[in-house]
């Protein structure tokens, strides 16, 4: 039900936009969240959104940097990164749960990931 796209290959500093995309609705009233797993790392926690779009958090070493955003016309959740770096390759999964929290155990619904690769 939910589609991660977005992804691709950029250079340090680039900037990529991932979209969340909920064909069944399957967040039209709950919170989003957006994780990253690199090879052989755990994965961990980016940014999340409640599902107002009034509350938004992000694990300190994508702020001011990355921005979550959703569009509830378009059943869509994006992940603005701007200035990437090299740290940020991974593949970049979204997910769907009752509340934005950080840990992924909170989150039931997951999209197919989409790989983001920054190149130096």
């Known amino acids: 039900q939910l589609q991660a796209s977005g992804g691709g290959l950029v250079q340090a500093g680039g900037s990529l936009r991932l979209s969340c995309a909920d064909s069944?609705?399957?967040?039209?009233?709950?919170?989003v969240g957006w994780f990253r797993q690199a090879p052989g790392k755990e994965r961990e926690f980016v940014a999340s959104?409640?599902?107002?779009?009034?509350?938004?958090y992000y694990t300190d070493s994508v702020k001011g940097r990355f921005t979550i955003s959703r569009d509830r016309a378009k059943n869509t959740v994006y992940l603005q990164m701007n200035n990437l770096q090299l740290e940020d390759t991974a593949v970049y999964y979204c997910?769907?749960?009752?509340?934005?929290?950080?840990?992924?155990?909170?989150?039931?619904?997951w999209g197919q990931g989409t790989q983001v690769t920054v190149s130096s």
């Open positions: 959104i409640s599902w107002n779009g009034a509350n938004t």
């Open positions: 997910a769907a749960g009752l509340r934005p929290v950080l840990q992924s155990t909170g989150y039931i619904y």
């Open positions: 069944k609705r399957t967040f039209s009233n709950n919170a």
